[in-house]
């Protein structure tokens, strides 16, 4: 009777030892769980909807979504819908967020700025408290925390803008809708003498 518990005891222990961890979760709200069955890959889907909100999920890859989508281990793959997925086996692997494909950003200041490759895959605007706006490909990685959207204006009157589409972080649109508003303000009052 003790060989047999012990067996079983010991049968238990390596079933714990050998079973994967994986970070499981939305977003940044997530938390180690230990992947049953045979999942044996951890997995990260990002998925960016049509008003710019990033969604991140995160678990062990039960529904076998690595293989369905052919992504190697390690790997990120991309769909034509938007979706990222990276695959990962070792435990804890998928504790960043898939990184959206590489993009083309605008980089400089002002009216003095590039588009340039950006292989972070985030865009980033950031308003200083002086007005002047700064464009670059976030190279420091602060925005996967941020997602796709701008960040409350801080103590420091900074405001950061994060996107992952083409040139996203400046919109030509709105500076064109801005003069036409100064142009019409000017034009009344103008006007009014």
Known sequence: MIQYSLFFTLLFLIDQTTCLQCNK?????IKPTTCRGNAT???TITTVDKYQATSIERNCDYDGYCSQWAVGINQCKTEPGGSTI???NSDLC??????PSPNKCWSGSNNNKKSVACSSGFCSKIVLAKGSTMYECDTNESCPALGN????SR???MTVCCCTTDLCNHSPKSAVI???LLLT???SVVLSH
Do not use: F, H, I, W
């Not at 959207?149 to 409350?152: A, D, G, K, V």
């Open 25 to 29: 979760g939305s977003n940044y709200a």
């Open 41 to 43: 890959l951890c997995s």
């Open 86 to 88: 990276c695959c990962c």
């Open 94 to 99: 998928n504790d960043k967020p898939a990184k």
């Open 149 to 152: 959207t701008c960040s409350p």
């Open 155 to 157: 103590s420091d009157g």
């Open 178 to 180: 801005r003069m036409a």
């Open 185 to 187: 303000c000017l034009a």
